[in-house]
């Protein structure tokens, strides 16, 4: 019985090894496609007004020269982004990069006033080595609205949230990243 274990254990291993080398054979690990090489968290800074079907920028994010690593893999952005909205009807948010918009969001108001964008997506554009891009998030809704700093702050609408909500930022996040 304790052979037949160890017999298993070994042909377990060597599968395994087998598995890393086939994924990728210059190094003989598995690879699982993404290395993360910059990294950019931005708290919304004040408040933003929306007028009602007006396309709106809630906020942006500049990069600096992307790393050398950008100059023989294809790097990608990935967006991620939650904002409390206060008032509005219904609408949705994006991100682009001035060519490509991705990562929508839809926001619908509820009863109480108040709802929120949120998403998390990879670019399906590739950028290069020394690229500056610029991601800015966008919103459009029927009816106007406020982009809040957090959830439980100053007066209406961006002070509607439910009793004892505990107040959270509104922030987005740009990572780039490697791919392969």
Do not use: H
């Not at 090894?17 to 690990?29: D, K, M």
């Not at 994010?61 to 982004?81: F, G, M």
């Not at 619908?108 to 964008?117: G, L, Y």
């Not at 009816?143 to 509104?170: E, M, Q």
């Amino acid at each position: 019985m304790k052979k037949t274990a160890i017999v298993s254990l070994i042909v377990l291993a060597l599968s395994l090894v087998a598995f890393a080398q086939w994924n990728n054979p210059a190094t003989g690990r598995a690879t699982f496609g993404i290395s993360n090489i910059l990294l950019t968290n931005k708290n919304l800074a004040s408040n933003v007004a929306v007028s009602a079907t007006t396309q709106t920028t809630i906020d942006s994010i500049t990069l600096s020269a992307l790393p050398a690593a950008c100059a023989t893999n294809a790097c990608r952005i990935r967006v991620s982004y939650a904002d409390y909205l206060g008032g509005g009807t219904y609408g949705f948010c994006w991100v682009t990069d001035g060519t490509t918009n991705w990562a929508l969001s839809s926001e619908a108001v509820a009863q109480t006033n108040f709802s929120t964008c949120a998403n998390s997506m990879l670019s399906p554009s590739q950028y290069s080595s020394g690229a500056t891009p610029t991601i800015t998030l966008m919103i459009v809704d029927n009816g106007g609205l406020t982009v809040c700093t957090t959830t439980t702050v100053g007066s209406a609408p961006c002070n509607t949230t439910p009793t004892n909500s505990p107040a959270v930022r509104s922030a987005m996040q740009v990572e780039v990243i490697v791919s392969n």
